[in-house]
């Protein structure tokens, strides 16, 4: 149910801005995610961490603070990938997915907590345009040049993808061999019904 909801909110919104972004944000953030996990996204924990002043960074309160940490997960997951070589699109799509859970497998827990945040009623334009960001800069570090209708649908289909790994993650992520295979059994069923759909239309013999 709550995988279903994410990805459909994440590919109504995939035109969606981004936050502001500056370095002393960036150094709040990285003060707040280690003890994220057990403290909680409050407004309360930054200012422990990063300073009395800090919330005067985050107007928009626990919420600014967590849509802007994703922000910084998208563009982090971007510059590592630029080392990626892997000719193929698609297995580039999978080596960035992979590599954006190592990422922050340090912080599951603050991952957790942050999606909680966000799934409060009330926030689901915001966890849509957070999700379709973040698809969006999967296809990016994975050298996508797509236009037009393609790229629309290349996005709402890995919004799908990519919740149901998430939630795989989130509950075994500790385990990273299953989750790579619970990765490729997505993206496998989407490409028998992308071949399907060609044999249909008469694309192919």
Known sequence: MIGTRMAGCA????????????????????????????????????RTVAGP???????????????????????????????????????????VILL????????????????AV?????????LARTLARSVDAIWEAAGDHAQGAAWYTKRATLAAIYVQVLLFWLARGDDMAAVAAFLDRRLARVARFGRMKQRLSGRTA
Do not use: K, N, Y
């Open 53 to 95: 002043d800090a919330d005067l960074l985050f107007p928009g309160g626990a919420v600014d603070l967590v849509e802007a940490w994703f922000d910084r997960i998208d563009r982090d997951m971007i510059e590592v990938a630029r080392d990626l070589d892997e000719p193929r699109l698609s297995r580039r799509v999978r080596a």
């Open 100 to 115: 954006r859970l190592e990422q922050i497998a340090p912080d599951r827990a603050a991952f957790r907590r942050a999606l």
């Open 118 to 126: 966000l799934l409060t009623p009330g926030r689901g334009h915001i």
């Open 11 to 46: 590919a109504a919104c995939l035109t969606s801005g981004r936050p502001e972004r500056s370095a002393a944000r960036d150094a709040a953030l990285d003060c707040i995610a280690p003890v994220a996990g057990q403290a909680g996204w409050t407004i309360a924990t930054l």
